[in-house]
């Protein structure tokens, strides 16, 4: 592994732990030149679907832009990078196991709004207003007064 500081080729690993999934191995290193230490992770590389976007182009599922969208609507929110990383991985999974080649934007974010939701109420909120391009106040009231109501009156409107 190359030293992201110096270059040298030659580093040694110094710990090796994987998440509790054991889907990922995270390394820590330390070079041999300049003894700096730096982290790596080891992670399975499945081929992710191909996302439709709406005016009908496609694109490669992007998991850094997945988890740069949901950080900024997070932002200056009491959420952990642990949590909305371990939210990126379960949407990773949930498209993986779909089998799915390719895949309307319109399903990835309606993961992610799923994830938020479950994060922080204000993220979500954050996020519905960009993805769902309000028009106006009413939509972003009736967003708020959705997730407001309690569980079971949700239940028992569907």
């Known amino acids: 592994m190359k030293c992201p500081f110096c270059g040298e080729l030659s580093t040694q690993v110094t710990d090796t732990r994987e998440n509790e999934e054991g889907d990922t191995v995270r390394r ?12 790596t992770y080891e992670r399975i590389d499945l081929k992710m679907p191909q996302i439709i976007k709406r005016n009908g182009s496609r694109t490669e599922f992007d998991r850094n832009k997945l988890l740069a969208s949901m950080k900024l609507a ?11 990383e371990a939210a990126v991985s379960r949407i990773e999974e949930r498209l993986l196991s779909l089998g799915e080649r390719e895949l309307p934007s319109k399903q990835l974010g309606e993961q992610v709004m799923r994830e938020l939701r479950k994060l922080d109420k204000v993220g979500y909120i954050r996020y519905a207003s960009v993805y769902r391009n309000f028009e106006d106040v009413d939509e972003f009231s009736e967003v708020i007064r959705e997730i407001s109501r309690p569980r079971a009156s949700r239940a028992s409107k569907t």
């Open 28 to 39: 820590r290193r330390r070079c041999m030149r300049c003894d700096k230490r730096f982290t």
């Open 74 to 84: 997070l932002r200056k929110r009491p959420v952990t990078v642990e949590s909305v």
